[in-house]
């Protein structure tokens, strides 16, 4: 028979969330939900999301759903049927539905800031501590110490290190090596369906390719509101570097001239500019008390639409691993073992260049092959 924890322990654990972004925040959900005792502290002072809006897959809302929390998402987004992938002048190249899981058939679209608000208003008062940015993790029999740059150190039972690409608990615990450039900008910006020239007709979101070039139309209808994303091959690898209007109206010639009017219409000011990086996979993601997920583990290009959704798959899985193992050092290897495999092979589909003739092979990615559309190729990144 397997052993596993008894409620008592894992209600006896102190642990230590670090970073309310969506995996440290479905994280303090999920764990809470077993009843340990769970803080959670983010360096920035108050939380707000800027940029875009993105997609929760099916899966994800089933474990929505699971925690109870499926109405408070569901109340600030969109439910989408499907999504379509078009040519820079909007002939259609692949269009399909999204992979149900359980009961779960729809993608729902949010809005970064909505999405955050919603998470962080399921959690109890007091169990988010802002203002507090790491400066040090020392792992001492078992526990583990956080000392941050207000001061305060904590001390904690299992430390989960969710604090994005950046991850200072990544960086002084499993690998030094930093992030990715990959070679591409992201230009986001949320604007009102009545600027979109007649592209928002529905709740699907739409994908134009070409020229090295993707532009992703993603509806935000609960406010009469599109996120409006290009993504462009550049070689400066600035965090955030400046562009100007004329040299997007460059990126997006030749695609359908609704495309090419939002972006003409654009106000600069609104529009978040970003260097488009990931990490390498880090061989290792815990110790026996510490460990990583989300962006810190597992950081992927945006191009599978799965940061977010992966995340909220690790506070799951991480949750899970609590329940059927008989220590924290055994919950932690067996996370690492449920999820690695998926994100290794997210952030590698994710890398991959493509093209109008190579979409087949690297969107969705993750869909079954049982549902994939009977004419199109199947291949091994398809199937995974």
Known sequence: MIQTMKA?????LNIAIVGAGYGGAAAAKALSLLGANVNVYEQASQMREVGAGIGLRPATMDRFNRWGIFDAIAKVSS???????????G?????DTWPEFGEQAHTYLIHRGDFIEALLGVLPKGMVHLGHKLEKIEEMDGRSVLSFTNGNTVEADLVVGADGIKSVVREQLFSDKGPVFSGEHAYRVVISADDAHGLVVDDNLRMY???????????????????FDITALNPDGTWAPKVSKESLLETVSGFDERIVNITR?????????????DIDPVDSW?????VLMGDAAHSMLHHQGQGANSAIEDAGALADALTQAATVKEALALFQATRKPVTDELQRISRQGWSEEEVNDVFPGQKPTSQKPASAPVTAEARA
């Not at 439910?79 to 002048?89: N, W």
């Open 8 to 12: 008592e322990d894992i209600k006896n």
């Open 79 to 89: 439910p989408s049927d499907y999504f379509e992938i078009l040519t820079a002048s």
């Open 91 to 95: 002939e259609p190249i692949l269009k």
């Open 209 to 227: 390719i070409g020229k090295g070039t993707k532009v992703y139309l993603l509806p935000l209808r609960h406010r009469n509101q599109v996120s």
């Open 265 to 277: 219409g654009l106000d600069m000011n609104t529009v978040n500019v970003r260097a488009v990086y």
């Open 286 to 290: 815990h110790t026996d008390s510490v």
